[in-house]
């Protein structure tokens, strides 16, 4: 057992753990973060990195449009290495329908104070000469963002170490108790309360948690400054990215600050082998080549597949679970991890110390899916 009871245990540190971590050593609790393996390895350092404001739901927006502002309150804090770049996304159109969802999404935006752009075929052409003719044009938000996560994960760990906290790091959870956790090592720390952030491992320390793994592949290509000035993402993205039965690609292509281009994304449900799936990995590529021809020239250094946690609603869980007492969880942020880890820890640290919440949590609390008793 260690000497020191904590006010509060969190469970692994990944983007999510981590920031929330940081926010409640900010709130004077002492903290004790355990990580089974390195900081930011797990879906964070698989991700894509982009900060963006999505509008699949009110609730999806409500948490990234409040994240993306707090990213943007500690943007100047950020150390270099966590490369943010407001680099604006933009939305594209290939066709008359998917111009029709650019003007839907705009108007979205717009009642919601997110400023946007219509940009039309001569305009998208323009910003971004290396896209394919033809297409019909798209809609620019200039405010998303991209970092690189797992750095982002470090600076949250050392603003907590900063203040009351201490790392277990390479020490793994065995089991949550009532007070405290067990460590695969024997090692029980005890806590006031304990927060399960192991994404897409979380279920494994919370039986019974609807939290599935969602496989995708991203790869990365040498340097080409200046071949791309925003995040591209075609608007077909939104009709994949919500397909839970059949595997899915989409283009979706990010510039990075050291000049390279980081390309996804695919979506497959069911799998739980890590390897690099060359025939996704092929149909990820033809797509992003049918927008963009000019990458079939250019070289790929590495490609690689992470884990998202997914849930059945597509909403993270953000508060006490439903029957064990003391147990938070901080889980199950599927796509938007890296953009929401900071609204989470937020509203988590507004439950845990009783205050209301910046934003309307009803939507993220994981009783909203508590299934009825089940009477023979
Ligand atoms: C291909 C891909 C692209 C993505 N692109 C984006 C994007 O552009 N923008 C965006 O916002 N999000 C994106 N995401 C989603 C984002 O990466 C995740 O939502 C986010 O990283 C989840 O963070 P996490 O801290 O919950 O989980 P993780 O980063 O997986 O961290 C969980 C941690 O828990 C630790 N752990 C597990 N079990 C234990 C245990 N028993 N004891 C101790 N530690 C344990 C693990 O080692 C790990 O470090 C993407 C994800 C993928 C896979």
Redesign the pocket.
């Known amino acids: 057992m260690t000497s020191k009871a904590y006010d509060v245990v969190i469970?692994?540190?990944?983007?999510?753990?981590s920031a929330c971590a940081a926010e409640c050593a900010r709130e004077g609790m002492s903290v004790a973060i355990?990580?089974?393996?390195i900081i930011?390895?797990?879906?964070?350092a698989?991700?894509?990195?982009?900060?963006?404001v999505m509008d699949d739901s009110e609730a999806q927006f409500a948490l990234t449009r409040y994240s993306q502002q707090l990213w943007d309150e500690i943007s100047d804090e950020l150390p270099r290495e966590v490369e943010h770049d407001v680099c604006g996304t933009i939305w594209i159109a290939a066709d008359d329908d998917e111009m029709a969802e650019a003007l839907r999404k705009q108007k979205f935006y717009a009642e919601r104070g997110v400023e946007t752009e219509i940009l039309d075929a001569h305009s998208l052409a323009k910003t971004e000469p290396n896209l394919r003719p033809g297409l019909v044009g798209g809609l620019r938000v200039p405010g998303d963002s991209v970092i690189y996560?797992p750095c982002a994960a470090q600076f949250f760990v050392d603003r907590a170490l900063a203040k009351d906290a201490e790392l277990f790091l390479g020490k793994?959870?065995e089991s949550v108790t009532a007070d405290g956790v067990r460590l695969r090592d024997g090692t029980f720390i005890a806590a006031g309360l304990v927060v399960n952030?192991?994404?897409?491992?979380s279920p494994?320390?919370t039986p019974g948690l609807d939290v599935k793994k969602r496989k995708?592949?991203?790869v990365i290509t040498d340097r080409y400054p200046g071949f791309l000035r925003h995040q591209l993402v075609e608007l077909g993205y939104l009709k994949s990215a919500h397909s839970v039965t059949t595997d899915s690609v989409a283009f979706n292509i990010q510039p990075r600050k050291t000049g390279q281009l980081l390309i996804?994304?695919s979506r497959q449900y069911g799998i739980d082998d890590a390897h690099v799936d060359t025939s996704i990995l092929t149909r990820m590529l033809d797509r992003a080549i049918e927008y963009l021809p000019g990458l079939r020239k250019l070289s790929s250094l590495r490609s690689w597949t992470?884990?998202?946690?997914a849930t059945p609603d597509k909403l993270p869980f953000i508060g006490p679970h439903a029957e064990q007492e003391r147990l938070y969880l901080a889980?199950g942020?599927?796509?938007?991890?890296?953009?929401?880890?900071v609204g989470t820890a937020k509203l988590l640290v507004a439950q845990i110390m009783n205050r209301a919440t910046p934003i309307p949590v009803t939507p993220y609390l994981p009783t909203r899916l508590a299934q009825e008793p089940v009477h023979a």
């Open positions: 469970i692994g540190a990944g983007i999510v753990g355990v990580e089974g393996g930011g390895g797990g879906a964070t698989a991700g894509m990195g982009h900060l963006v996560p793994a959870v952030s192991a994404g897409s491992w494994l320390l995708g592949h991203l996804g994304s992470g884990f998202r946690a889980t942020h599927e796509g938007l991890g890296i953009t929401t880890s």
